[in-house]
């Protein structure tokens, strides 16, 4: 099974083709997340430090064109399968946003 490690939190394990996003949030890692997993909002944007996320999908590749002064390695965790080890960092937590996360991303 791929381990996922969040910078600054912890590693652990996850099925392949799980939803990034699902992973982290299932580990107890405070991250942002608002639109369900659809490529429209941004808000689940991690930076991958380390590992091969896999091809981008054209919903999140026209979404994330569209913001300006992404950090190397930016990608959207709800639309990133895991299928081997990546290590990660959350950019948005739901705590300092001071908003509550939307729908939970279907699987």
Known sequence: ???ITVEGEKSFEVAPGTKL???IEDAGIDILHRCGGNARCTTCRVEVLAGDPG???PAEEERLAR???LTPGTR???QIR???DLT???LRRAAASGMTPGTRPMD
């Open 1 to 3: 099974m791929p381990t």
């Open 21 to 23: 996003v699902l992973a």
């Open 55 to 57: 091809p981008m999908e």
């Open 67 to 69: 913001e300006e002064e």
């Open 76 to 78: 959207l965790s709800c």
């Open 82 to 84: 895991v299928q081997s």
């Open 88 to 90: 990660v960092r959350v």
